[in-house]
């Protein structure tokens, strides 16, 4: 019954689609190319799995108390296969380097090496998808100071290189061995709560490490490095060393790619209008869906306003291709499987919606100076029936139709978070 109607409304909707010239088929095998990397750090509130005493630092932070937390790598992983179960078509995981699993033992940033990502690499090979990485340069003794590779003290700053490097030579086994690149972001803390005298040698350091970090000659086949600007951290409001220009300077000077984060811009800078300027001098760029509220506050991800001009702006610049799109938000305060599940398909239903678009048709109202007509198709836009092709394309790809999905949660909840605390 439940099917009956889904293909019913679909069929009703492409039709719809297709009074404007939008083909839904094409739209549906373009979203189904779309892996989204989905961050592990939403599993265990950015904790994990080093054996330390170390609390969460860097400017970041997880609130809430929700029952449940994985607390280790098997319990992370088998989260992780429930929201799998819950999503449409395909999705990669994303790692921090301090998701090591090093059985008991205590390795310290500078030792990560790729006998630690194993399991993780086997149990991807085994599901068929496909693992990013990330360097964890927070969090740790030796980022307490505000600065890790921009640090003055040589010891601090080789510290940091050499976890870097590791990083580096734990994502090229990964690309290689899954047959695709493992794109790298290196994101750092470094910055400070008042106003420095001194930006200018600190960028230069924090420049001259991040070469030292990457001066290994790496195929782009196996590692896609990404470097991630930011505005501020907590505790480090006056000053971040890898501002936006500084990364996208970076980027365009190494051939690499730049990290554009929802959060880490000025509320009134749109990050759907870099996409445009930052493609015409990168192959590449890495996108972090986020929902900041007030400052970079990490909330699941909706389709608010910002994601979707996010995902249309990908659309209209043509460059699904040249993306890649990845979760960063951290919520301890709901069920972390539902976080998962809702920020992951609200960042597909928005991509839904760019590609339900008619292009030709605003492109070509744009080209000829009609703006009145571009203005009202537009806004007749917004509430064309999307979700009935995106029931569709769930129905379609064996995923739970609607809020199906949330009692598969309820239930996983009451048969396995429950009892992890
Ligand atoms: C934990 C992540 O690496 C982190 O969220 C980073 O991507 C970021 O956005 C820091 O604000
Ligand atoms: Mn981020």
Same mark, same amino acid.
């Given at each position: 019954?439940?099917?009956?109607?889904?293909?019913?409304?679909?069929?009703?909707?492409?039709?719809?689609?297709?009074? $404007?010239?939008?083909?839904?088929?094409? &739209?549906?095998?373009?979203?189904?190319?779309?892996?989204?990397?989905?961050?592990?750090?939403?599993?265990?509130? #950015?904790?994990?799995?080093?054996?330390?005493?170390?609390?969460?630092?860097?400017?970041?932070? *997880?609130?809430?108390?929700?029952? @449940?937390?994985?607390?280790? *790598?098997?319990?992370?992983?088998?989260? $992780?296969?429930?929201? =799998?179960?819950?999503?449409?078509?395909?999705?990669?995981? +994303?790692?921090?380097? =301090?998701?090591?699993?090093?059985?008991?033992?205590?390795?310290?940033?500078?030792?990560?090496?790729? !006998?630690?990502?194993? +399991?993780?690499?086997?149990? *991807?090979?085994?599901?068929?998808?496909?693992?990013?990485? +990330?360097?964890?340069?927070?969090?740790?003794? !030796?980022?307490?100071?505000?600065?890790?590779?921009?640090?003055?003290?040589?010891?601090?700053?080789?510290?940091?290189?050499?976890?870097?490097?590791?990083?580096?030579?734990?994502?090229?086994?990964?690309?290689?061995?899954?047959?695709?690149?493992?794109?790298?972001?290196?994101?750092?803390?470094?910055?400070? !709560?008042?106003?420095?005298?001194?930006?200018?040698?600190?960028?230069?350091?924090?420049?001259?490490?991040?070469?030292?970090?990457?001066?290994?000659?790496?195929?782009?086949?196996?590692?896609?490095?990404?470097?991630?600007?930011?505005?501020?951290?907590?505790?480090?409001?006056?000053?971040?060393?890898?501002?936006?220009?500084? &990364?996208? @300077?970076?980027?365009?000077?190494?051939?690499?790619?730049?990290?554009?984060?929802?959060?880490?811009?000025?509320?009134?800078?749109?990050?759907?209008?870099?996409?445009?300027?930052?493609?015409?001098?990168?192959? !590449?760029?890495?996108?972090?869906?986020?929902?900041?509220?007030?400052?970079?506050?990490?909330?699941?991800?909706?389709?608010?306003?910002?994601?979707?001009?996010?995902?249309?702006?990908?659309?209209?610049?043509?460059?699904?291709?040249?993306?890649?799109?990845?979760?960063?938000?951290?919520?301890?305060?709901? +069920?972390?499987?539902?976080?998962?599940?809702?920020?992951?398909?609200?960042?597909?239903?928005?991509?839904?919606?760019?590609?339900?678009?008619?292009?030709?048709?605003?492109?070509?109202?744009?080209?000829?100076?009609?703006?009145?007509?571009?203005?009202?198709?537009?806004?007749?836009?917004?509430?064309?029936? #999307?979700?009935?092709?995106?029931?569709? $394309?769930?129905?379609?790809?064996?995923?739970? #139709?609607?809020?199906?999905?949330?009692?598969?949660?309820?239930?996983?909840?009451?048969?396995?978070?429950?009892?992890?605390?």
């Amino acid at each position: 019954m439940r099917k009956e109607s889904v293909m019913k409304q679909y069929e009703a909707a492409r039709e719809r689609f297709a009074e $404007y010239g939008v083909d839904t088929e094409t &739209a549906l095998r373009a979203i189904d190319e779309v892996e989204i990397s989905m961050h592990c750090w939403q599993g265990d509130d #950015v904790t994990g799995f080093e054996v330390s005493e170390q609390g969460m630092s860097g400017g970041i932070l *997880a609130t809430g108390n929700y029952p @449940g937390r994985a607390r280790n *790598a098997n319990e992370l992983r088998a989260d $992780y296969e429930k929201a =799998f179960s819950l999503i449409p078509g395909r999705q990669r995981a +994303n790692l921090h380097a =301090f998701y090591l699993e090093t059985g008991g033992k205590r390795v310290d940033r500078d030792a990560v090496e790729v !006998k630690y990502f194993e +399991n993780w690499m086997q149990w *991807a090979q085994e599901l068929g998808i496909k693992l990013d990485f +990330n360097t964890s340069m927070f969090s740790h003794p !030796k980022s307490e100071g505000g600065y890790t590779i921009a640090s003055y003290d040589d010891t601090i700053r080789g510290f940091w290189i050499e976890h870097g490097r590791r990083c580096r030579d734990i994502a090229e086994e990964m690309g290689k061995r899954q047959g695709s690149p493992c794109v790298l972001n290196h994101w750092m803390v470094d910055g400070s !709560k008042d106003a420095p005298v001194d930006r200018y040698d600190r960028r230069a350091l924090f420049i001259r490490s991040l070469d030292a970090i990457r001066s290994k000659a790496v195929s782009k086949d196996h590692v896609l490095d990404a470097i991630e600007s930011k505005l501020f951290g907590i505790g480090l409001e006056s000053f971040t060393v890898g501002s936006g220009e500084l &990364a996208l @300077g970076y980027a365009v000077t190494r051939d690499i790619m730049v990290t554009c984060d929802l959060g880490h811009f000025h509320p009134t800078e749109s990050v759907a209008d870099k996409v445009s300027a930052v493609l015409q001098f990168t192959d !590449k760029m890495l996108l972090h869906t986020s929902r900041p509220v007030r400052w970079d506050s990490d909330h699941v991800v909706l389709q608010n306003d910002d994601t979707m001009a996010l995902m249309q702006e990908v659309v209209r610049a043509n460059a699904l291709s040249r993306v890649y799109i990845a979760l960063d938000f951290f919520d301890a305060s709901i +069920n972390r499987i539902a976080a998962w599940v809702i920020g992951t398909r609200a960042t597909q239903k928005a991509l839904l919606s760019a590609l339900l678009e008619p292009r030709e048709r605003l492109l070509a109202a744009e080209r000829a100076g009609d703006t009145t007509y571009r203005l009202a198709l537009v806004e007749e836009m917004k509430n064309m029936p #999307v979700n009935a092709v995106w029931d569709y $394309y769930c129905e379609k790809s064996g995923v739970p #139709v609607g809020m199906d999905w949330y009692g598969e949660v309820k239930q996983y909840e009451k048969d396995v978070l429950l009892g992890r605390d």
